[in-house]
Structures are given as C-alpha cells and as structure tokens.
C-alpha cells in the first residue's frame, strides 16, 4: 500500500537527516530503502534527499576554517579607508603597506606584528567585502556652464594627439568647475581644475567668477606650483580658455595648446573624471559666492593638493579591446601621483628632492582632519548666508503685507 503525502514527508524528513551525515556506503543502503517506501525513481530519490525540504528549519552554514580578517584588521582597515576617501579595494590595496608606516609613525596606528602582516597580504575583494557594510553611495548632479568662445577656435587646434607626448609630465587638461547651487543667475565662485594626463597629479583653485583675468591669474598660480613645467594645455571650448591673454601666454612659453572637439566631454576625460572626485565630493553642488567662501574654498583646496596627490591611489588605463560587444580594459597597479612624478625621468632631480623632503612631514590623517574641518566651515558659511536671506525675505514680505488696519503677524500670512 503506498504512504500517504503526510507519511511520505515525515520519511523523507528523517531520511534526509540521516542521509546527509551517512557516508557513501551508507548512502546506497539508505537510498535502496527510501525507494522501497516511497515508489519514487532512484534518481529523483537521491536528489530529495540532498536538498533541503520546505519544512526543515535551515541550518546555519558552520565555517570549516576560521576567520583571517577579524575585527583587529577590520578597525584599522576603516580608518585607512576613511583617510584615503572611500577609495575601492583595487585603489586602497596597493597603498596598505605604505599608509600602514605613515601613520604609525605619526602615531595614528598602532598595530601588532599580525595584524600589520594581515593589512600588507590583504587582497582588494577582501578589501570590498569586509568594507561593504560600511560603503555608502551618493549620487549628485549638476549642470554644464561651459559657454562657447568662437573669436580664436580658427587659431587653437582640435586635439588628435598627434603633438602630445604621452610619456611625459606637463601635458595637462584644465576645466572649470561651477559653484552655482542650482541658481545660475549673478555672479559665482568657479573652480578651476587642472589635471595632469601622465601622473594624474590634480590642483583646484577657486576664482569669484569666470571672467578671463581671473581664470588666467588662477592658471598661473598653479602652473607655479606644479613639480614639472607645463608643456601642453588642452580646454574645452569655453571662452574663459578660448581667449587672447591664454593664446599669448602659450605663446610665449612655448606650450601647446589644443582644445576638444563641441560636444565630446570624453576628450576631457582625465580633468573631467577630477572634477567629480577632488572637487564635487569635497566641496558639493551648493553656491558660493561670497568672498569668504572663495577664502575657505582655497584653503580646503591648498591642503586637499596634498592629499589627493601624495596619499590617494589612482589606476590608469593602459589599453582597451573590444570584442564583438564585450569590452576588456586593462588599467595599471594603482599609485599615487606622487609616486608616478618620482619615477618618472623627466622630471628634475631637484623637483624630486623637495617632494620627498616635503612628503616625510605629511600626516594623511591629520590633512583629513582639517579638510573636514574647512568643509564645515564651508557648510556653516552656506548656512548662514541662507539664513540672512531668509530673514531678509520675511522682513520685505512683512512690509508688503502688513498695514495699520490689519497689523497681522507674519506668520498668519506664511500658514
């Protein structure tokens, strides 16, 4: 007499119990009787008994080996983390060993003998997956302000490479960032961005507006300010860039200066990929336009240099091949600029020297202290000014609404 559906669960329950510790002798005795019960074919019966029925209570899956990466490792890995801005695996894993002696020997790490081995062999997925909890993404937005200059497109060639040199420091691409909170109308800090194609060696400085004589006086600075001398500028199409005081002075140092084609913002893409990530997640989409907010973002901006070029972590991408619709990128082990202007031959030995005197006195941590602290003090400073406006608003409101014969308070005529 066949069993019944009941039976038929409560002998595959226990069967399957037994059979999931039974060894492959056992196995067969097990499965030659469960066919026996149940009528089912041999095949199918095996694959029953091997997965786990619906009204089992699932058991927790017991590590065989135990864990490598606990929270000795997960605790310094975070701060690292932190300091080196939430850099992927891929970025922070290259970079462990030298973080790891930087900031013990500024005293922001302590760590054990296992502990400083474990950070050093670490690979970059373990990396992603012990930090994943920890992960958060922001997705902001903002809008191009980029007007063209037409007066000297005829005189500034679209880029094809063909007068670049790959291999060297100086060839940079430059673009301006604005500050416009949403509101483009009036005057607002602009930030300009300077990338360098080669080491990815980036500096910001923030301008009152995108008039020429600033955008230029701006672009000077940093040029001084760079560990090798500029050889090559490229732009967008902006007027701010497409003007006679830029074209004089490549001129007259004998840089080359080529611009990108309309419309294609990939032929930026070096100083494009900067905007986001040295200047939109350190200085957001709010507007700025106060000359105290130019101050504080130019002091954020002479220590976020140092930062992003002697402690973060960029990769490179070295070739790209397309096959059918599968594309396969090939970028370089991540390092910093920093590292990339060190071992490159073109720069000078005496450039190099004050590099490596001026990195022996950097404490990442403590740049990323103070960045955090100039970044509140720039949210304070946006804060503030909407607060004056507001009450600048509700005064002039007051006066329009209110007379002798009502004398309402405003905030009836707000509800």
Not at 30 to 37: A, M, P, S, T, Y
Not at 351 to 358: D, I, R, Y
Not at 377 to 389: G, H, I, V
Request: with cysteine; hydrophobic share 35%.
């Amino acid at each position: 007499m066949p069993l019944s559906m009941e039976h038929r669960k409560a002998v595959t329950r226990e069967m399957h119990r037994a059979y999931r510790r039974a060894s492959k002798k056992e196995k067969g005795v097990i499965l030659d009787h469960f066919v026996e019960l149940t009528g089912h074919n041999r095949a199918y019966a095996a694959r029953i008994l091997l997965r786990t029925p619906k009204e089992l209570p699932r058991t927790k899956t017991v590590r065989k080996r135990p864990r490598v990466y606990g929270p000795e490792v997960l605790l310094p890995l975070r701060k690292i983390w932190a300091t080196l801005d939430t850099a992927c695996g891929k970025r922070i894993a290259p970079a462990l060993p030298e973080m790891c002696e930087v900031m013990e020997r500024f005293g922001e790490l302590s760590l054990s003998d296992d502990v400083r081995a474990k950070l050093h062999s670490i690979s970059a997925a373990t990396i992603d997956r012990l930090l994943a909890p920890d992960r958060a993404s922001v997705t902001l937005r903002g809008r191009a302000m980029t007007k063209p200059g037409t007066l000297l497109k005829s005189q500034i060639p679209i880029r094809t490479w063909a007068d670049w040199d790959d291999s060297r420091p100086g060839f940079v691409e430059i673009d301006l960032v604005g500050h416009e909170g949403g509101n483009p109308n009036g005057d607002f800090c602009q930030t300009l961005d300077v990338t360098c194609v080669v080491t990815g060696w980036t500096e910001t400085r923030a301008v009152k507006n995108k008039a020429q004589v600033w955008v230029f006086a701006a672009l000077e600075h940093i040029a001084g300010a760079l560990p090798f001398p500029v050889l090559g500028i490229d732009s967008d199409n902006g007027s701010e860039f497409i003007n006679k005081h830029l074209v004089r002075y490549c001129d007259a140092n004998e840089i080359t200066f080529t611009r990108s084609r309309v419309g294609n913002k990939n032929d930026g893409c070096h100083v494009e990929q900067k905007n986001w990530s040295v200047v939109r997640r350190n200085v957001g989409y709010s507007r700025y336009d106060t000359p105290e907010e130019l101050e504080v973002l130019n002091d954020l901006y002479a220590v976020l240099r140092l930062h992003t070029n002697f402690f973060m972590p960029s990769m490179t991408l070295l070739s790209k091949t397309r096959e059918g619709s599968r594309v396969t990128r090939c970028h370089s082990a991540a390092a910093t600029p920093y590292a990339r202007v060190v071992a490159s031959d073109e720069v000078d030995e005496n450039a190099k020297e004050q590099l490596l005197e001026h990195y022996a006195t950097l404490n990442p941590v403590a740049l990323k202290r103070e960045i955090w602290r100039l970044q509140q003090r720039l949210l304070e400073l946006s804060a503030l000014k909407n607060t004056t406006r507001a009450k600048e608003v509700e005064a002039s409101a007051f006066e329009y609404i209110s007379d002798e014969a009502t004398n309402q308070p405003l905030e009836h005529f707000l509800t």
